[in-house]
Each structure stands twice: as C-alpha cells, then as structure tokens.
C-alpha cells in the first residue's frame, strides 16, 4: 500500500497483478498465474448493457471492481475461505441477468460445469447436477421451466383456516458475504416516498394479508428513485449496501426450506401476463416451457451504472412488477407426486425490472389540498421527476386445465340449445306473418321485405343469446363464488385477476367473461331500445266505444236478457248512412275515451319491480353493509375488509343481490299484494275499460295483436253512482251474461289475434281514408268554420285567446297536419299502409323543439272527413269483434291453446287465402307485452347489464348504482313521452287530455 498525491492505492510486486478499482472498494494482489486466464476478458466482463434505457457497452466500476479477483479465486478454489469470491462473482452474474452470453455467466456456468464431484452429487441443495462448492443460481440447465416449477413440493399441508405462509430470505452483500436471514415480511415494498407524500410510497405499514394462504391480493406503490441513492455521493457505502436476496418457504412442523424458483425478466410488465405466458393462461401452471428460472435476486441496482466515483450513477435499474405465485397439486397429480390435495408446488416469484436515467430527471409539482379547502389555499410541492410506479401481487391458483375444457363443452351445448331457441322464434315469427300476399297489399308489402326480414332476424338473434348465455355467465360466476368462497378444504382457487389492462387481452382468463358481458350488454341495451321503446311507441291502438246512442229505441237490459249486438241495433234502427251514425255518436260522450286512454298512458311504464327500491338496498347492502368486499379474493366469507375485488365474484355478488330483491318484489306483488291488498294492474285496466264500455284493440305486428274485449253486460255505462252500483250488484248476483266475447270461454276478455290477410286489406283500404291528406277545399271549409266560431265568441264577449291563437297558428299546424296525416293512425312498419311513422313524426317542423312541434301537429281540429272516417273503422271493427261479416276471411274463431301451444309460443297456420282470423283466449295477460309490465325480463336483464358493465369500467358501486338509474331513467322518459305521443296520434285524442 502507497500514499500517491494524498489517495492510498494499492501496490504489488512483479509477480501480482493488482485488482480492484479504487474508490468502489479494498484493492488486491493476486498471482499472474491466478488473474491471467481472465485478464484477456476484463474489457467484456465490465461491460453493461440497458436496452430499456438504450445505453449499451456501459462499462461498469462496479464489474471492474470485483470481476478478476471474484473469477480468479473462484477458479482455483482453494477451500471456504474462497467461498465469498464465488458468491460474488454469483452476484456478478445476477447483476447482468443471467445473461449467459456475459463473461461473469459463462464463467461461473464454466466453474459450476467443471467443479461436479460426481461421488458427492445430489448431497448438496438436493439438486444431483449442481457442484457442491458453488452458489446455487441456475434452476435449469438440465430440465426445462414447466418441469423445474412442480419438481418441488412444499412439505406442508396447506388450509384455509388463516394459513399463514411463512416465508425467509436469505441476504448477501455485493462481495458475497453471506448478511443472514430474515422474514420477508414487507421486503417488496422497498421503495418510499418523502413526507408529506410518504402514504402514496411502500415501508413497513405496507399490507401483508397476502401471506394468508389463498387471499389473492395486489398492492400497487409509488416510489421516488431518489429514494434508493441516498449514497450516491459516496461509491462505497453504495456498493456495500447493495444486498442480494433468495427466498425460501417455511415448513414450521418440520423445519425444512423450500427454496422458491425465481424468474426475472427486463420492460416485460406492461405486456406479459399476470402469471405465466399465453402458451400457459388457460390452465394456470407456474412456468412455461421457456422460462429460465433462478434463485437469487435483487429489487434494485443503482451500482452497476456508476460510471464516475461519487456521482449518480448513469442508470438505475428497479423492480416494476413483483409478482408471487402458488398453485394448488392437483388431484390427478397428487397420487404421481406422492402429495396429497391439499399440498402445493413451491411457489415462483417472478420479477421485471425496469431503467430510469437519472440525469434525465427534471423537476416537476404535485399539488395538495383545493381551493375550496377552509383555508382557501393549495399546498404544492416541487420534486424531480424520479417518481414511478411499481407493484407487488401475490396469486395463489389452481390447475384450471380441467375446468377450462369443461367450460368448452358447456358452451358448445349452450350454443347448440341458442340455435334451436332461435330458430323456434323465428319460426313463430314466420307463421305470424306468412300471409298469401294480395293484390291491394303488392304496393306496401313488397318494398323493403329484405331489410325488415334481415332486422328481425339480428333482433331475434340478439334476444336468444342474451337469454340463453345470461343465465349461464351468472351460474358460472356464482359456482366460482360459492366453491372458492365456501370451501372448506383447499380446492379451486380464482383465475388470476391482475385488475389491470391485461384482463381484456386474449391471453387473459377473464378475456371470455369480459367480451361476453360486453357482447350482453350491447345486445340488450340495442333490443330494448329497439323492441321495447321504439317497437313500443309505435303499436297501432284503437278504443272501440260499445255505449250506445241514447234513444227510445235502445232497450235497457233486464236481468238474464242477452247482450245487445249490431245486428241487433241494426235490426231495430234499420240501415244507417255514416253520416247518421255521426250524429248519434254526438250523442255519446267522450270522456270515457279520454279516461280510458289516460289510464292506458299510465299503465306503459308500470313495472312490478320499482328501480329506485331495488338500487337503494342493492347500495345498502353492498355499500352499507360492506358486503361487496365478499367479492375480493380470499376464501373467508365473513372476512369483508376492503381490499380489491375479483371483477368474477364482483358480478356474482350483484347479480345475486340483483335478483333477490327484484324477485322478492315480484313475489310480493304478486303472492301477497295483488291478492289480498289490491289486484294486478292489468286486471284493475281491464275492469276499467269494462266499466266505460271501452274496448281496446292494439296491433303491435302487422298481422298479430290483442284485442281487451270490455263490452260489459251494462245497457249503458253513462250512468249516474246508484245506477252503476245497481248494475254491479246484479253481475255480482249473477243476473246479467258473463263479460266475455260471444263464443268465448267465460270470464275471458284478453285475445291475442292473429289476424287474416282480407281483414287485414280491409283495415288498409279505411285507413287511406284517415291517411290522405287534406284537400283545399277541406281547408277552406275549416279555416271559414273556425272564423265563425271566433266571430261568434268575440259577439259574446267571451274568452277568444284559445280561438285567436288557433287562428294565428292555423295555417302552420295544417301544414304539419298534412305532414302527420300520413304517419297517424296505424302507420306503423306493422300497422295499416305501411307508411313512415313513429320517431321519425318527432321530426316535423324542421327547426325549433321537434318534439313540441310533433305534438302541436295534432292540436289541429281533424275534419269531417277523417272523422268519418274513423267511425267507419269503428264500426268495421265492431262488425268483425261480433262476427257479424258474411266474407269468411273477414270471419274470426276463438281457439282456446293447449299448454305446449302457450310454453312454445305457437302461432295458427293462416297462410290459405280465406281463413279466418283466430283470436287466441291470452289469460296470461300477454297483452302486457306491449307495455313495460310484459317486459320485466327484458328491463331486469337491461338493468342488471348495464350495472355490471358500468361496475367493471369504474369498479365503484355508487357510480354503478347512479348510471344505472339514469339509464334506466332515460328509457322510461323516452317510453312514457313517446308512448303518450303515439297514444294521441293513433286514438285522436288530443295530447293535452293525457294528464
């Protein structure tokens, strides 16, 4: 040792070489004969290279430091007291990776080769091809990944009862001396964040639940980089505080050790899979084939990229992604490895590392606090930018190759079951509309066939899948949660869920639940915004009123007497002219009408089940209770500590809370309620209509709808309260004939129709009457007949605004009446005509609030003609209703369906020209489906869809819950205001009477 210009170095004689590079550490002599074989490769060995960072052949103080004594004295082992010089060329290698095209690699894969002692092989570490003297660092020489990860078996016996995984570390310094062993405790969370930030950084508060065997969890940290070169300006104290780690399980009952499998890779994280590669997604397994796996690791080197003493280093390499799996022995496996069900492999620990340079590092601000804080003021702090993100998880698995191939087979039978229930849909589909085509319907049936064809079939396509593979998403997702969250003894473990970007890639085992509940919900919001609202809006409706005129000639029912008929009334009254019928249904008020429709308006939106009920305790028991945190992955039920959910269980556990309480409200309203306390809405609508003497015939399909037949037993239904009563007691009584339709079986007034293609050419050739636009001449007689009502009320001195105001606007809403005109009544794609109606009327008007403008379109007083022409339609129906036609295809019969003709939906074969329409006996009220109350399957499927999908995009309950709401909010606004739109224009109610 020397004193040259104040700094101590080493000096050797001619027969040494000196080693080390001063200001990194102890320099040393070693003998020529010793350092010559490497010294030809010192140049290679210090060389370094980042790929991430784009820093190559760095050469590194560091490796020129320890490389020639460290190969050198390992070389020529001469007994323990070269055991450090071996370990820390070991750490050498682990530094470059195991890189074994590195000179420290290849040396060390050189010495491991030639030091073998055959008599002693396997004594050491229980490996057979490793050599007794060297570090253990290579798992596979001989064997390959998949093999090495289930050579191993943990000697204890794994449960679920807070089974604690007990692990150690085994800890060296830089120059291979051995530091100790410790408990790993919160050794990941390695890298902090200064005060007053410290919460967003790692340390020793960090959560250790993990260590429970079979409680999944994922913590991810921030880190400051500066953090880690607290020496920086000291090179020694860097090094020699670098500490290289091996893991090991703890087998406490026996005290063995078994040694954990390490793979290490560099600027994979954001691209590899949680646990293994794509080759090995599906069934889970530790490794792949191509896995090198290793013992000993580091979490961040900040020495090897010292490039000047004392100075920062040119490039820090740390650990981004720490991840810690086990897997469950399976039970065809357990027997061959002499384990049983309840033991596992030796877990693997898989690390990728990433590079920051820190002379690129700048200074940025984050900032605390708001401005709306009490104090008024931000707190901000300025730092350089070394701040980066890292994680650590740890995934406890089973062998999912069984289940995966079970799930095929599932699926492939569920697909099978989804076309025969299309293809049965669809076939009723056909019978309803398989018509022969007539002559009057060639101009209207023929245009657009192919189109309409292809949308029912994507809409029917669209229907099955979600209620086919709906019920098979939650059934799978609830046996995940009840076999992993009830097990008793260690059996299934949860697919890895690593709550990030890569459970939507294909390599994912959520990637089929994930497109599958996204392929869900867009076929379920697009139908019930099809079918359900749109569809809706659109039904042809018309209320038939029975009241008769009120003359001497209309004979009161007497007890056990027969309902009054048209051809009774004709009979009596001899042939009217339409224009005398005119007169006497200005004999008849129309407030019946008005109320009838009113309480029809109300009754489109009612449902059995209230949202706002369900998502106020789907919040109070998720959010109240905690019990959402039943979907994070441990197997502990009552254990409902926040923590993250498994997005699996997650929809378990809200399609399970889902349904429960939608199903309790229905049985309540149905079971309890509608029996004892009140009676079902539809039945209260039908009592109603029988009461106003109101029928209502809708048409939802062109050939297919319902008719309420309410034509009560009454003479009359305007009637004052003891008369109404008088006539109720004596239905009660028995007196009066049942309220069915006349060949009907009794006590039924609901029909499903299937309408005949000459009742159908009869209904279009009325309709073009309504559909015609109004003539000059119409016009003209309007605009005269309504100035000399505005004259006659000025005279009068009374309230002129409502006529003053008709008249300022007349000549604007004729023209959007002319427009509507031809989208009015039963205009429908299934209604008369065939002509453009619906939505597309909103649009009338072109500028302004359409939607205002579209109602406006029917505040125009309708003329004679259409009247007439309406009161025509009424008395066609009437005629048909009582099967008063001569024609045979205007006749109709009443089939009451067998039990496999209601369960399959069957529809009559009326395809012959001639046969009459049959209207089907419907006592299970299908006429609802026309409303929300039929489609309370179709809205639950849509809410709980739409809450599932939000919940995986924001996986907050609340927003979920709040999201849901709104849209179904915004379906029922557009049902209600369009419904109510359509009410008006197919009924001629003014809009302004539905209140």
Same mark, same amino acid.
Request: proline share 3%; glycine share 6%; hydrophobic share 40%.
């Given at each position: 040792?020397? +004193?040259?210009?104040?700094?101590?170095?080493?000096?050797?004689?001619?027969?040494?070489? =000196?080693?080390?590079?001063?200001?990194?550490?102890?320099?040393?002599?070693?003998?020529?004969?010793?350092?010559?074989?490497?010294?030809?490769?010192?140049?290679?060995?210090?060389?370094?290279?980042?790929?991430?960072?784009?820093?190559?052949?760095?050469?590194?103080?560091?490796?020129?430091?320890?490389?020639?004594?460290?190969?050198?004295?390992?070389?020529?082992?001469?007994?323990?007291?070269?055991?450090?010089?071996?370990?820390?060329?070991?750490?050498?290698?682990?530094?470059?990776?195991?890189?074994e095209s590195t000179q420290a690699c290849s040396i060390f894969l050189n010495l491991v080769t030639a030091g073998r002692d055959t008599n002693r092989m396997g004594s050491e570490y229980n490996v057979s091809y490793w050599s007794y003297h060297m570090p253990w660092l290579y798992y596979t020489p001989l064997y390959k990944g998949n093999q090495v990860c289930k050579y191993d078996v943990h000697s204890a016996q794994v449960s679920l009862n807070h089974f604690r995984m007990e692990y150690r570390v085994a800890m060296y310094y830089?120059?291979?001396?051995?530091?100790?062993?410790?408990?790993?405790?919160?050794?990941?969370?390695?890298?902090?964040?200064?005060?007053?930030?410290?919460?967003?950084?790692?340390?020793?508060?960090?959560?250790?639940?993990?260590?429970?065997?079979?409680?999944?969890?994922?913590?991810?940290?921030?880190?400051?980089?500066?953090?880690?070169?607290?020496?920086?300006?000291?090179?020694?104290?860097?090094?020699?505080?670098?500490?290289?780690?091996?893991?090991?399980?703890?087998?406490?009952?026996?005290?063995?050790?078994?040694?954990?499998?390490? =793979?290490?890779?560099?600027?994979?994280?954001?691209?590899?899979?949680?646990?293994?590669?794509?080759?090995?997604?599906?069934?889970?397994?530790?490794?792949?084939?191509?896995?090198?796996?290793?013992?000993?690791?580091?979490?961040?080197?900040?020495?090897?990229?010292?490039?000047?003493?004392?100075?920062?280093?040119?490039?820090?390499?740390?650990?981004?992604? !720490?991840?810690?799996?086990?897997?469950?022995?399976?039970?065809?496996?357990?027997?061959?490895?002499?384990?049983?069900?309840?033991?596992?492999?030796?877990?693997?620990?898989?690390?990728?590392?990433?590079?920051?340079?820190?002379?690129?590092?700048?200074?940025?601000?984050?900032? +605390?606090?708001?401005?709306?804080?009490?104090?008024?003021?931000?707190?901000?702090?300025?730092?350089?930018?070394? !701040?980066?993100?890292?994680?650590?998880?740890?995934?406890?698995?089973?062998?999912?190759?069984?289940?995966?191939?079970?799930?095929?087979?599932?699926?492939?039978?569920?697909?099978?079951?989804?076309?025969?229930?299309?293809?049965?849909?669809?076939?009723?589909?056909?019978?309803?509309?398989?018509?022969?085509?007539?002559?009057?319907?060639?101009?209207?049936?023929?245009?657009?066939?192919?189109?309409?064809?292809?949308?029912e079939i994507l809409l029917l396509l669209m229907s099955s899948f979600v209620l086919v593979f709906f019920p098979y998403v939650v059934i799978l997702s609830w046996y995940f949660f009840v076999f992993f969250k009830m097990q008793e003894v260690p059996s299934i473990m949860l697919p890895v869920d690593d709550g990030g970007s890569s459970v939507v890639t294909s390599t994912s085992p959520y990637y089929a639940f994930v497109m599958g509940l996204y392929v869900l919900t867009f076929f379920q919001v697009l139908y019930v915004l099809?079918?359900?609202?749109?569809?809706?809006?659109? =039904? $042809?409706?018309?209320?038939? $009123?029975? %009241?008769?005129?009120?003359?001497?000639?209309?004979?009161?029912?007497?007890?056990?007497?027969?309902?009054?008929?048209?051809?009774?009334?004709?009979?009596?009254?001899?042939?009217?002219?339409?224009?005398?019928?005119?007169?006497?249904?200005?004999?008849?008020?129309?407030?019946?009408?008005?109320?009838?429709?009113?309480?029809?308006?109300? @009754?489109?939106?009612?449902?059995?089940?209230?949202?706002?009920?369900?998502?106020?305790?789907?919040?109070?028991? @998720?959010?109240?209770?905690?019990?959402?945190?039943?979907?994070?992955?441990?197997?502990?039920?009552?254990?409902?500590?926040?923590?993250?959910?498994?997005?699996?269980?997650?929809?378990?556990?809200?399609?399970?809370?889902?349904?429960?309480?939608?199903?309790?409200?229905?049985?309540?309203?149905?079971?309890?309620?509608?029996?004892?306390?009140?009676?079902?809405?539809?039945?209260?609508?039908?009592?109603?209509?029988?009461?106003?003497?109101?029928?209502?015939?809708?048409?939802?399909? #062109?050939?297919?709808?319902?008719?309420?037949?309410?034509?009560?037993?009454?003479?009359?239904?305007?009637?004052?309260?003891?008369?109404?009563?008088?006539?109720?007691?004596?239905?009660?009584?028995?007196?009066?004939?049942?309220?069915?339709?006349?060949?009907?079986?009794?006590?039924?007034?609901?029909?499903?129709?299937?309408?005949?293609?000459?009742?159908?050419?009869?209904?279009?050739?009325?309709?073009?009457?309504?559909?015609?636009?109004?003539?000059?001449?119409?016009?003209?007689?309007?605009?005269?007949?309504?100035?000399?009502?505005?004259?006659?009320?000025?005279?009068?001195?009374?309230?002129?605004?409502?006529?003053?105001?008709?008249?300022?606007?007349?000549?604007?809403?004729?023209?959007?009446?002319?427009?509507?005109?031809?989208?009015?009544?039963?205009?429908?794609?299934?209604?008369?005509?065939?002509?453009?109606?619906?939505?597309?009327?909103?649009?009338?008007?072109?500028?302004?609030?359409?939607? #205002?403008?579209?109602?406006?379109?029917?505040?125009?007083?309708?003329? %004679?003609?259409?009247?007439?022409?309406?009161?025509?339609?009424?008395?066609?129906?009437?005629?048909?209703?009582?099967?008063?036609?001569?024609?045979?295809?205007?006749?109709?019969?009443?089939?009451?369906?067998?039990?496999?003709?209601?369960?399959?939906?069957?529809?009559?074969?009326?395809?012959?020209?001639?046969?009459?329409?049959?209207?089907?006996?419907?006592?299970?009220?299908?006429?609802?489906?026309?409303?929300?109350?039929?489609?309370?399957?179709?809205?639950?499927?849509?809410? !709980?869809?739409?809450?599932?999908?939000?919940?995986?995009?924001?996986?907050?309950?609340?927003?979920?819950?709040?999201?849901?709401?709104?849209?179904?909010?915004?379906?029922?606004?557009?049902?209600?205001?369009?419904?109510?739109?359509?009410?008006?224009?197919?009924?001629?109610?003014?809009?302004?009477? +539905?209140?």
């Amino acid at each position: 040792m020397s +004193l040259v210009n104040n700094v101590y170095a080493c000096t050797c004689d001619s027969s040494y070489r =000196i080693a080390g590079y001063s200001g990194i550490g102890e320099q040393s002599c070693i003998l020529n004969t010793l350092a010559s074989p490497f010294v030809s490769v010192l140049s290679a060995a210090k060389t370094v290279n980042y790929p991430t960072a784009g820093i190559t052949n760095f050469n590194s103080r560091v490796f020129e430091h320890f490389f020639l004594s460290a190969a050198s004295y390992c070389s020529f082992y001469g007994g323990a007291q070269d055991n450090h010089h071996c370990q820390a060329l070991a750490n050498l290698c682990v530094l470059q990776l195991y890189d074994e095209s590195t000179q420290a690699c290849s040396i060390f894969l050189n010495l491991v080769t030639a030091g073998r002692d055959t008599n002693r092989m396997g004594s050491e570490y229980n490996v057979s091809y490793w050599s007794y003297h060297m570090p253990w660092l290579y798992y596979t020489p001989l064997y390959k990944g998949n093999q090495v990860c289930k050579y191993d078996v943990h000697s204890a016996q794994v449960s679920l009862n807070h089974f604690r995984m007990e692990y150690r570390v085994a800890m060296y310094y830089m120059n291979g001396t051995l530091k100790g062993y410790t408990k790993l405790e919160t050794l990941f969370s390695y890298c902090t964040r200064q005060a007053p930030l410290s919460s967003k950084g790692g340390g020793s508060s960090s959560s250790t639940k993990w260590q429970y065997f079979a409680t999944s969890e994922k913590i991810s940290f921030s880190c400051s980089l500066r953090s880690l070169l607290t020496y920086s300006s000291d090179s020694q104290q860097m090094v020699d505080d670098m500490v290289f780690y091996e893991l090991f399980l703890l087998d406490r009952t026996t005290m063995k050790f078994t040694p954990v499998p390490t =793979i290490l890779t560099v600027g994979s994280s954001s691209s590899s899979s949680s646990s293994s590669t794509s080759s090995t997604i599906y069934t889970n397994d530790l490794c792949a084939t191509d896995d090198k796996l290793v013992r000993r690791f580091y979490l961040h080197d900040a020495i090897s990229g010292i490039e000047t003493i004392n100075s920062d280093p040119r490039v820090i390499r740390y650990a981004a992604r !720490i991840v810690l799996t086990t897997q469950l022995i399976p039970e065809t496996s357990a027997g061959a490895s002499g384990a049983s069900t309840d033991s596992i492999y030796a877990p693997v620990l898989r690390i990728d590392y990433m590079e920051s340079v820190p002379s690129t590092w700048g200074a940025v601000t984050e900032t +605390l606090g708001s401005s709306s804080s009490s104090s008024g003021t931000t707190t901000t702090y300025t730092y350089t930018d070394d !701040i980066v993100s890292y994680s650590f998880a740890a995934y406890y698995i089973s062998d999912m190759s069984h289940f995966f191939a079970t799930f095929q087979g599932f699926s492939i039978a569920m697909f099978v079951i989804f076309i025969f229930f299309f293809g049965l849909r669809y076939h009723n589909w056909n019978m309803r509309h398989a018509r022969i085509i007539t002559q009057a319907g060639l101009t209207t049936d023929l245009g657009g066939a192919n189109v309409k064809l292809c949308g029912e079939i994507l809409l029917l396509l669209m229907s099955s899948f979600v209620l086919v593979f709906f019920p098979y998403v939650v059934i799978l997702s609830w046996y995940f949660f009840v076999f992993f969250k009830m097990q008793e003894v260690p059996s299934i473990m949860l697919p890895v869920d690593d709550g990030g970007s890569s459970v939507v890639t294909s390599t994912s085992p959520y990637y089929a639940f994930v497109m599958g509940l996204y392929v869900l919900t867009f076929f379920q919001v697009l139908y019930v915004l099809i079918t359900v609202v749109y569809r809706q809006c659109q =039904i $042809d409706i018309f209320l038939l $009123d029975w %009241e008769p005129f009120h003359n001497s000639q209309m004979q009161a029912l007497q007890p056990g007497g027969t309902k009054p008929t048209l051809a009774a009334s004709a009979n009596a009254t001899g042939a009217r002219t339409v224009a005398q019928r005119s007169k006497e249904q200005q004999q008849v008020s129309v407030w019946r009408t008005l109320m009838v429709a009113n309480e029809y308006a109300e @009754l489109q939106v009612e449902r059995r089940s209230d949202i706002r009920f369900t998502l106020f305790w789907l919040g109070f028991f @998720l959010i109240g209770l905690n019990l959402q945190y039943n979907a994070t992955p441990q197997p502990d039920l009552n254990d409902v500590t926040p923590g993250h959910r498994n997005m699996l269980l997650r929809f378990a556990v809200s399609t399970f809370f889902w349904l429960i309480l939608s199903v309790a409200q229905y049985l309540w309203k149905w079971v309890v309620y509608e029996r004892y306390f009140s009676e079902p809405p539809e039945q209260r609508f039908l009592d109603f209509c029988t009461i106003a003497k109101v029928s209502v015939f809708v048409l939802d399909e #062109k050939f297919h709808g319902y008719y309420l037949h309410c034509r009560s037993p009454y003479p009359h239904a305007e009637a004052n309260m003891m008369e109404l009563v008088d006539m109720l007691n004596q239905e009660e009584a028995g007196l009066t004939t049942d309220r069915s339709l006349d060949g009907a079986p009794a006590d039924v007034q609901s029909f499903q129709l299937f309408i005949s293609s000459e009742t159908r050419d009869a209904l279009t050739q009325i309709y073009d009457v309504l559909a015609r636009p109004m003539t000059m001449t119409e016009l003209i007689d309007q605009r005269r007949n309504r100035s000399a009502l505005a004259a006659s009320a000025g005279a009068r001195g009374g309230n002129s605004r409502m006529s003053n105001a008709a008249m300022a606007q007349d000549h604007s809403q004729q023209q959007s009446y002319n427009n509507a005109s031809n989208r009015s009544f039963f205009s429908s794609p299934g209604g008369f005509g065939g002509r453009r109606s619906g939505l597309g009327a909103f649009r009338t008007g072109g500028s302004g609030n359409s939607f #205002k403008m579209g109602f406006a379109a029917f505040h125009a007083i309708p003329t %004679e003609r259409v009247v007439q022409a309406w009161q025509e339609m009424t008395s066609f129906l009437q005629q048909w209703v009582e099967n008063n036609l001569s024609v045979t295809g205007l006749r109709r019969v009443i089939h009451e369906p067998s039990y496999l003709e209601r369960m399959m939906y069957s529809a009559p074969d009326l395809t012959q020209s001639g046969t009459p329409s049959v209207f089907y006996t419907d006592r299970a009220w299908r006429f609802t489906e026309t409303m929300f109350l039929g489609r309370e399957m179709d809205l639950l499927l849509f809410n !709980i869809l739409v809450y599932s999908l939000v919940d995986m995009w924001f996986g907050s309950t609340l927003t979920s819950i709040l999201l849901a709401y709104l849209a179904d909010y915004g379906i029922t606004y557009l049902r209600g205001s369009y419904g109510s739109y359509n009410l008006s224009r197919k009924t001629l109610v003014d809009p302004r009477f +539905l209140i």
